[in-house]
């Protein structure tokens, strides 16, 4: 019980992440956007789209090259990613 109370005591205290976290957050929250917006989607939408034909995977895995490009290609390499997983086409 006491070990219980500990850890939602855990939970509860802020964090606070470092600049590198913060970063890859900002942009795959921004990049996501621009891919519905693209897309003439929802956030939430575009969200599930990327997460179910992998371009959120993609876009975790090459975030760091990724980040320095034109956002334009960036949306464009995320549609490239999920056609190749199944995606429509």
Request: aromatic share 14%; with cysteine.
């Amino acid at each position: 019980m006491e070990q219980q109370q500990r850890q939602l005591q855990r939970l509860k205290e802020p964090r606070v992440l470092d600049r590198e976290t913060k970063n890859k957050v900002v942009f795959i929250t921004f990049i996501i956007q621009k891919f519905a917006r693209a897309f003439k989607m929802s956030g939430p939408d575009a969200y599930l789209f990327l997460k179910k034909y992998g371009g959120l995977t993609y876009l975790y895995k090459y975030w760091e090259a990724l980040h320095t490009d034109n956002p334009r290609y960036v949306v464009h390499d995320m549609f490239i990613a999920c056609r190749k997983n199944g995606g429509p086409r």
